[in-house]
């Protein structure tokens, strides 16, 4: 099973929106609303922030948001903070027995 | 906030053991209870889970499948990851994490570096 394809970095300043890219393929994310998104900040554990494609968990800024078209997905975080600063990681559940896979991840630096 | 606590050592010799549990709240049978590890070759790459369904199961990825094992002991409210015959490609940060059936995984636990070196 591979891992999804995500930009390795983007950046903004500090206001604008971003997009991340997650791509997959019919075995996972085009074939499955259960794609989730993380924040990971150095030396941290990976945290929580979109589920089943655009849902948020309850204490997630609402600067967050998650969509899905076909095989790609997407994180979008509006008015960029310098706390957004981090690596973001795309997963999909998948038809194969390895039940995840995760993305390539995504360096977010705020200018 | 739901905390999931790791513990277990951070070094292993090559061909021995990896053991790891983690300490988890109470009620396990209304979750699933995951392993991940993370490194800069392979990335973030799910290892297995365990989950009750009117009797407990487990999955298994299909890179370790052969030398992995993950059990929950509900009395000792912890569940715990083997993987044997463990090589220099194994060095990772370990992590646990508690999730859904299908939606992925939630709570992490703080994560184990974990180095396999003689």
């Known amino acids: 099973q591979s891992a999804l394809t995500q930009p390795a970095s983007v950046s903004g300043s500090p206001g604008q929106s971003i997009t991340i890219s997650c791509t997959g393929t019919s075995s996972d994310v085009a074939d499955y609303n259960y794609v989730a998104w993380y924040q990971q900040h150095p030396g941290k554990a990976p945290k929580l922030m979109i589920y089943e494609v655009s849902n948020r968990p309850s204490g997630v800024s609402n600067r967050f948001s998650g969509s899905k078209s076909g095989n790609t997905a997407s994180l979008t975080i509006s008015g960029l903070q310098a706390e957004d600063e981090a690596d973001y990681y795309c997963?999909?559940?998948?038809?194969?027995?390895?039940?995840?896979?995760f993305g390539t991840g995504t360096k977010v630096t705020v200018l | 906030q739901v905390q999931l606590q790791q513990s277990g050592p951070g070094l292993v010799k090559p061909s021995q053991t990896l053991s790891l549990t983690c300490a988890i709240p109470g009620d396990s049978v209304s979750s699933a209870w995951n392993w991940i590890r993370q490194s800069p070759s392979r990335g973030l790459e799910w290892l297995g889970r365990?989950?009750?369904?009117?009797?407990?199961?487990?999955d298994y990825a299909l890179s370790v499948k052969s030398r992995i094992t993950i059990n929950l002991d509900t009395s000792k409210n912890q569940f715990s990851l083997q993987l044997n015959s463990m090589t220099p490609e194994d060095t990772a940060v370990y992590y646990c994490?508690?999730?859904?059936?299908?939606?992925?995984?939630?709570?992490w636990g703080q994560g184990t570096l974990v180095t396999v070196s003689s």
């Open positions: 994490a508690r999730g859904f059936l299908r939606a992925g995984v939630d709570y």
């Open positions: 365990t989950y009750y369904n009117s009797r407990w199961y487990s």
């Open positions: 997963s999909s559940y998948t038809i194969s027995s390895t039940l995840y896979v």
